[in-house]
């Protein structure tokens, strides 16, 4: 069991592989031990350790010792990136160079789009604007921030400064995370020399993004009593306020909206007092800028208020020019009124999103619910059947609406013998498996995931090639590889691939023990450990059920497990009498919800029990699990939730209801619990 903010997983091993790879390839060892490799393993593990220390010399010593193995082609590419990442030792020609030969002996691989990456990123750092531009569109998996604020600046730099790249510069400053790289860094400094963006709003738009460090060096852009006066509206933003509230110039207007963003974070509603005393200083986009700021952040208080302070911000809300973060402003804002049940506001905000965030298939289908609130059932049924075929949750919901039953596809053709041969040939897919054995396993998801996606003569694979690559990586019992390979199909669809179920005697055992649905179980371990049975998180949860060191000892102790020890935690025997044997403790917790039980195995019991104890009444299971203001544990519950009725349609061979299982959430007082 993970504590929120701990779901960024590092596996650190996973199970033997079966047998060598057919078809001539290279035989793959038997998985080891992270600290026993034999070999070029050996090597394969100093270069990579090496590379993530920093240490090029001793990169390069072991990328020498490499020698004929899968992976010998990493110790060059470790030993490159290391290069483009660094500011001394290599000439820009000579860099340029190296890589164009690294490309030209790698070409259509991970590696020579990875190194294509860092070569863009090195060369917007250099400045190489017109060369940047012409080797973007190569790069297949671009989508990183750094490099399209590079872009953004190269193409505002080389086509003379035109104002519509000012606008999408800034837009782009305000949306992206990762505003404080040094790609964006170096777009905003250009725009706020240009007077394209206010130094002010760039402060800001750092401050929102709760970035203070790189706020804090935003400031020297400022005039020095400006930037006096932004140093000590980041430390006290209410007393900053409360000296100018009253004779606030024109001119203050900015370093107010500071400190109402600065205040809104730790106190919405001190925020909200001040905002309504300044309210008619303020534009209509300041307002809207101001307001959403106040409600976004009510809203992950669960703060009842927030619909009203939204409210206060009118239609600019989320979309006026200089709001930053503006689709999660827009999406809180759904979700305050979804909580409060006020579902014509429901139904603006979403009018009012964006296109591309207004089609997800939350928003559809909250949509949806809104018009059919509104007596409008034939517009609403429209919205439904948009993602009625889908699979995911929303989904779900959506077909439940339109009355159709949940239930499994047919089942597609077998795979053959012929088409697994390809999937045994394919070296990317070799190389994977050399990576899952010594433990490396987000290495090996690249190589695995660009076979999929990239590496069939340029494109992604077939459904069949798909379905044949799922296969093979039930046969070399990688069965995380085989569900999400599986789920990228698009018109064949093999559910028993998808929702597996080993350990099925073990587990139906341990849950019904416990007296737990096992296909609750199957779905809270499909999203817990996709069924590796000696994965690690970074937090130290461990095992199918990834359960945490202290929470295992404690449940051992309560189940009297006296021959317990933390070394036999992944033990799958074990993690499933302890996991289920937990999962029972926070089930009768928390009355018996399966919803909430599922979010307090995330993230502890006592959040569940307090966002319960902040419901205005009570409410549907979707609008809770909707509503729950930690994105992973969110997205942690529709999963769960939705694999469950899969599981319960394959087990049970009949139509099943997410709805149901979700049921209604009440609200209740927090109380207390004992439960790590």
Request: hydrophobic share 45%.
């Amino acid at each position: 069991m993970l504590q929120v903010g701990a779901k960024r997983i590092v596996h650190i091993a996973v199970a033997a592989l079966a047998a060598a790879i057919a078809c001539g390839a290279a035989a793959v060892q038997p998985a080891g031990k992270r600290g026993d490799p034999v070999g070029g393993d050996a090597a394969v593990l100093a270069a990579r350790d090496a590379f993530g220390a920093g240490d090029r010399n001793r990169l390069a010593k072991a990328a020498a010792a490499i020698g004929e193995h899968p992976l010998k082609s990493y110790g060059e590419f470790w030993l490159l990136q290391l290069r483009l990442r660094s500011e001394r030792g290599d000439t820009a020609a000579e860099l340029d160079q190296t890589v164009a030969g690294f490309l030209q002996q790698q070409p259509r691989t991970y590696l020579a789009d990875r190194i294509r990456l860092d070569w863009l990123l090195n060369l917007g750092a250099r400045r190489e604007f017109v060369t940047l531009l012409r080797e973007r569109p190569a790069v297949v998996w671009g989508d990183d921030a750094q490099l399209r604020c590079y872009e953004q600046l190269a193409r505002y730099l080389t086509q003379q400064r035109p104002a519509a790249l000012a606008v999408e510069g800034r837009v782009l400053l305000a949306a992206t995370r990762e505003s404080a790289s040094e790609g964006c860094a170096a777009l905003a400094d250009e725009l706020i020399a240009d007077g394209q963006l206010s130094p002010w709003t760039r402060v800001r738009a750092l401050v929102e993004h709760n970035q203070l460090a790189s706020a804090r060096r935003a400031m020297a852009a400022l005039p020095p009593g400006d930037a006096a006066q932004a140093a000590q509206i980041l430390d006290q933003p209410a007393r900053w306020l409360a000296t100018h509230e009253r004779r606030i110039s024109r001119q203050q207007i900015e370093p107010a909206l500071l400190a109402l963003a600065r205040l809104a974070r730790d106190d919405p509603e001190k925020a909200a007092q001040f905002a309504a005393a300044l309210n008619l200083h303020l534009s209509p986009e300041q307002r809207g800028v101001a307001w959403g700021r106040i409600g976004h952040m009510a809203a992950l208080k669960l703060m009842p208020e927030a619909v009203a302070w939204y409210r206060h911000g009118g239609a600019q809300v989320g979309v006026a020019p200089e709001s930053v973060r503006g689709d999660e402003v827009l999406e809180w804002q759904v979700r305050a009124a979804l909580r409060a049940g006020d579902w014509p506001t429901v139904r603006s905000t979403i009018e009012r999103m964006p296109r591309p965030l207004a089609d997800e298939p939350a928003w559809i289908y909250w949509h949806g619910r809104a018009l059919a609130a509104a007596g409008q059932r034939e517009a609403a049924e429209l919205q439904f059947a948009r993602i009625a075929d889908r699979f995911e949750f929303y989904g779900k919901l959506a077909a439940e609406e339109l009355g159709r039953a949940i239930v499994v596809p047919a089942t597609p053709a077998a795979v053959s013998e012929e088409e697994l041969a390809p999937m045994q040939a394919n070296e990317g897919f070799r190389r994977a498996l050399k990576f899952y054995q010594l433990g490396l396993r987000i290495e090996g998801h690249r190589e695995w995931n660009w076979q999929l996606g990239v590496a069939n003569e340029g494109g992604r694979m077939t459904d069949r090639q798909m379905l044949a690559a799922a296969e093979f990586a039930r046969r070399e019992g990688i069965i995380d590889r085989m569900i999400s390979t599986s789920e990228r199909t698009r018109e064949e669809f093999d559910f028993a691939q998808r929702f597996p179920s080993p350990y099925r005697e073990a587990l139906e055992a341990h849950a019904r023990s416990a007296g737990l649905e096992p296909t609750w179980v199957y779905g809270l371990i499909r999203q817990e450990s996709r069924f590796i049975e000696d994965i690690r998180s970074s937090a130290g949860a461990s095992g199918l059920m990834q359960l945490m060191p202290a929470t295992a000892r404690y449940v051992a102790r309560k189940v009297g497990m006296s021959d317990f020890s933390a070394d036999r935690v992944t033990e799958v025997d074990v993690n499933l009498r302890l996991g289920t044997s937990y999962l029972r403790m926070v089930l009768d917790d928390l009355d018996g919800h399966p919803a909430l039980a599922t979010a307090a195995y995330n993230a502890g019991p006592g959040r569940p029990r307090a966002w319960r104890a902040a419901l205005p009444r009570a409410v549907e299971g979707a609008v809770f699990a909707e509503t729950i203001p930690f994105n992973e544990t969110r997205d942690y519950v529709k999963k769960v939730m939705s694999n469950a009725v899969y599981y319960a349609a394959l087990f049970e061979d009949r139509a099943q209801s997410l709805k149901q299982r979700l049921g209604t959430v009440a609200p209740k007082a927090a109380g207390s619990t004992q439960l790590p």
